[in-house]
């Protein structure tokens, strides 16, 4: 990803959270989100990430971005560390993001961005991936259960202009960053 790719990636969040989140949070919140709103943040959130350890990825096709992916170091609680004094490669990672244009959704983008970054916290060489989904999300569920994921019991609140949506942590091993859908 590339600064100038901001635009098109904050294209893709919001329309991916009203798609994605129809009908497991509030409507009205869901048709605030505005691009133009979102294009700040995810320019400081791509300035931000140099140095951290952060990696956004995009995926093209016929030279558009139709894809996005986000992910890093792991941020809460208490991540797992194979040696306090190894910082490259140390402890567990976390999907931040991943969102795919709507209209590409079921044409592999998605799996061909988890699988990027699979690969990619593997080479690193992290433990685990780690992500979070909402609870009643069962299509995002599914996604990730058939990439290897599987909920490890973590389960946070979260809540939108006052509606509960708890989010369930998801868990997976990075043995050989190899994911079940193949290649």
């Known amino acids: 990803m590339t600064l100038s790719d901001c635009p098109r990636v904050a294209e893709i969040r919001v329309r991916g959270w009203q798609s994605a989140y129809q009908g497991l949070m509030p409507r009205s919140y869901l048709d605030g989100l505005d ?3 979102e294009l700040p943040r995810r320019r400081a959130h791509f300035a931000q990430a140099a140095g951290k350890g952060v990696v956004n990825l995009v995926a093209e096709s016929a030279g ?4 996005w992916a986000c992910h890093g170091p792991y941020r809460g609680g208490e991540p797992r560390t194979q040696d306090a004094g190894d910082i490259e490669g140390a402890g567990d990672a ?3 993001a991943i969102y795919v244009d709507p209209d590409r959704i079921g044409r592999g983008v998605g799996r061909a961005l988890l699988r990027a970054s699979v690969q990619r916290c593997a080479a690193a ?3 685990r991936m780690l992500l979070w989904v909402l609870r ?3 299509g995002a569920r599914r996604f990730y259960e058939r990439a290897g994921f599987t909920a490890d019991g973590t389960e946070e609140p979260y809540e939108v202009e006052g509606v509960e949506v708890p989010e369930v942590r998801y868990a997976r091993v990075l043995e050989d960053g190899v994911i079940p859908w193949g290649g």
């Open 125 to 127: 060489g992290h433990d």
């Open 64 to 67: 558009a971005v139709v894809g």
């Open 94 to 96: 976390e999907l931040y």
């Open 136 to 138: 009643e999300n069962a």
């Open 35 to 37: 691009v133009a709103a």
